[in-house]
């Protein structure tokens, strides 16, 4: 009898990406085999987002297309999590019938029992939010289980946040910040080295307060947490590891000890994701975000004085209730003082249960539109004026797969997190490998690099993600 196999459909951030790829090795450790596609699979599971309405308008599309698929073979089903089935619970099973189960951000272990009672016809819905940490022990990944992200991994380091900014959803689809205890984290970065990993991304939703909680309450030592940076430093000595990323942290967490951290660990890549969402205090004070801008380019400053060379790149809203022209001209003001090497920016989007949803002062979506266009506008000049800075630089890519760019080219990131594009002599390089370039080119979006060559002890490795569906590496954003 052959195995039940199963395709994942994935959106939203590294976060949902991350947790995709333990609902994967879940899976595989439950007999399950990947697809080659959504038509040969038995169970297609959709993990969701919902940091922004068009995230959720895009899974209830979805919702009816997999709808006609199910009606297309004997035996199928369809389970949704991640952060729209956190919000909406049984709703999604009331609204589409052809949804078998409905899981939450805290339950993905429960993700391989719901499968098999709704092959039974049994349909369910746990959105429970679990504060144990009992919910992080999941087994190691399964060796059949597709290696998503070759030279790379994802590791949680908490999840949840407590800051309830008037324009967020998180905590109530993520919850209440916990922290893993250090030593698991350590142990399963030392797991990933020696599975041939040399990039680790730490993850959080806001990953620089990890163990804050646990340390207010006097239970470090129980839980067996460490400060962020004394984790950061553990981590730095494992064998194996070249690169550290962390995202996303929040302005108000950065410490001495963090800052420091970007001067003295060798391992630490010289790029900072650090969220702003607005240059303007009144709109800072109405997001509930508890920093200045003066005090967030003060931060800037710390950084840089720490690591000069360091790319600071941010996440802005445009639009926000009560949002007036002098406060967008604002954030394009300190978006030209701070220099940002990139930032995503998206206009203001109303979340279900958020304080923002009750503030006055609606901007119009012409108004919205036309800022997010100036600002986006002056990003592009900024970061093209970045990457001509830096024609001539040598750099060492870790490839991450074939380029957008087509052509049969290879991409990859530099320590500051650039997409480079390799134009020659990349032939024998694959997925996990890292190259050794020069820059030679600059454009909007990337860098091109020249005279790549493959270094020592590069191991091929295979496999696609493609649209979302579990098939292994999918190309460089």
Same mark, same amino acid.
């Given at each position: 009898? *052959?195995? !039940? ?11 949902? *990406? ?10 595989? @450790? ?16 959709? =993990? ?8 959720? @308008? ?17 035996? &199928? ?9 956190? *919000? ?16 939450? #951000? @805290? =339950? ?7 499968? /098999? ?12 939010? &679990?504060? /144990?940490?009992? +919910? ?19 590791? #949680? ?16 689809? &993520? ?5 893993? !205890?250090?030593?698991?984290?350590? /142990? ?17 939703? #806001? ?8 340390? +207010? ?21 494992i064998p194996g590891i070249e690169r550290i990323r962390y995202t996303s942290p929040h302005p ?35 997001? &509930? ?10 931060? $800037?400053?710390?950084?840089? +004085? ?45 979340? %279900? ?25 002056? *990003? ?20 991450e797969g074939q380029s957008r760019r087509g052509n049969g080219q290879w991409a990859g990131r530099?320590?500051?997190? +650039?997409? $480079? ?7 024998? $390089?694959? %997925? ?12 909007? @979006? ?28 999918? /190309?460089?954003?």
């Open positions: 009898m *052959q195995r !039940p196999r199963y395709a994942l459909r994935t959106y939203g951030c590294q976060m949902n *990406q991350h947790d995709s790829e333990k609902l994967a090795s879940l899976l595989h @450790h439950a007999g399950y085999g990947l697809a080659p596609g959504e038509d040969e699979a038995d169970l297609v599971l959709v =993990n969701t987002c919902s940091i922004r309405d068009k995230a959720e @308008h895009k899974l209830y599309s979805d919702l009816g297309v997999l709808s006609a698929w199910k009606r297309g073979g004997e035996g &199928r089903a369809i389970g949704v999590g991640g952060c729209v089935a956190q *919000q909406e619970g049984d709703r999604i099973l009331k609204r589409f019938p052809a949804v078998d189960f409905v899981f939450g #951000t @805290h =339950n993905l272990k429960l993700v391989p029992a719901m499968a /098999s009672a709704a092959f039974e016809g049994r349909r369910s819905v746990d959105v429970a939010e &679990r504060r /144990s940490l009992d +919910r992080f022990e999941l087994p190691e990944r399964h060796p059949d289980c597709p290696d998503l992200t070759p030279g790379r991994a994802w590791i #949680t380091v908490m999840e949840g946040c407590d800051m309830f900014c008037s324009f967020c959803i998180v905590p109530t689809t &993520r919850g209440r910040e916990i922290s893993r !205890p250090g030593e698991w984290i350590i /142990s399963e970065v030392e797991a990933a080295a020696r599975r041939g990993v040399s990039e680790v991304t730490l993850l959080g939703q #806001t990953v620089n307060a990890y163990g804050r909680q646990e340390a +207010r309450r006097g239970h470090a030592q129980k839980v067996g947490t460490l400060p962020f940076a004394d984790l950061l430093a553990r981590l730095d000595a108000i967490f950065f410490d001495e000890a963090l800052i420091e951290a970007h001067a003295s660990l060798g391992s630490l890549c010289p790029h900072v994701h650090l969220p702003l969402q607005s240059g303007s205090d009144r709109i800072l004070e109405r997001m &509930r975000r508890r920093y200045s801008a003066r005090s967030y380019v003060a931060l $800037v400053q710390a950084l840089r +004085r720490a690591r000069p060379d360091v790319a600071i790149t941010t996440d802005l809203i445009v639009g926000f209730p009560g949002e007036t022209e002098a406060d967008f001209e604002a954030t394009l003001s300190l978006v030209e003082e701070v220099g940002f090497v990139d930032h995503y920016s998206f206009k203001y989007s109303p979340r %279900p249960g958020t304080a923002a949803g009750a503030l006055d002062g609606e901007v119009g979506p012409d108004v919205a539109q036309e800022r997010l266009e100036r600002l986006q506008d002056a *990003q592009r000049r900024l970061t093209l004026d970045y990457h001509r800075s830096r024609v001539g630089d040598k750099a060492r890519v870790l490839v530099d320590p500051y997190h +650039r997409v $480079v594009n390799l134009v020659s002599g990349a032939k024998s $390089v694959c %997925p996990g490998a890292f190259v050794e370039v020069e820059i030679v080119e600059a454009t909007p @979006h990337s860098l091109i690099g020249e005279d790549a060559c493959a270094m020592p002890e590069a191991s091929p490795r295979e496999g696609l993600w493609i649209e979302g569906v579990a098939k292994g590496v999918g /190309s460089p954003a």
